[in-house]
């Protein structure tokens, strides 16, 4: 009866260092989750600005420079240049935002006091002219 209630002890073999390496080193030729997500989801936006940036020929002949033989692009200049603008625009961090944010709320509220006590003002300075 003992010789059931014995465990059965299975234990794993352990993996060496160089086994371990060679792991670390095929995981790492593997493509990072995020980045893999990040290559598909820029296919579709580089196709569709791929197709607005292409230029396209109306009549297929050299003339001498009017409108029907001249190439022309899907978009108009200014939104294919407000586009590269936008690509060179630094947005601030998180902290740089809250300070601006606290920046217009304190300055909001000395504009609004401002404004209050100058209307009380010139309220009284009416009042006793007029009436």
């Known amino acids: 009866m003992l010789e059931k ?19 670390l080193r095929k995981e790492a030729n ?5 980045r893999k997500a990040a290559a598909n989801a820029t296919k579709p936006v580089s196709a569709f600005v791929n197709l607005i940036n ?3 020929h109306i009549i297929k002949r050299k ?10 692009k899907l978009t108009p200049r200014y939104f294919r240049e407000a586009f590269k ?18 920046a217009v709320f304190i300055f909001s509220i000395i504009t609004g ?10 309220e009284k300075v009416l009042r006793r002219i007029i009436l």
Not at 5 to 23: C, F, G
Not at 63 to 72: A, H, L, N, P, T
């Open 54 to 56: 292409r230029e396209f």
């Open 85 to 102: 603008e936008l690509r060179l625009v630094t947005w601030p961090d998180r902290s740089e935002t809250w300070r601006l944010v606290f």
């Open 5 to 23: 209630s014995k465990k059965n002890n299975v234990t794993k073999a352990k993996s060496t260092m160089r086994e371990n390496a060679a792991k």
């Open 63 to 72: 003339g001498d420079g009017d409108f029907f033989s001249k190439s022309r």
């Open 113 to 122: 006091t401002l404004i209050v006590i100058l209307d009380y003002g010139l």
């Open 30 to 34: 593997r493509p990072k989750r995020v």
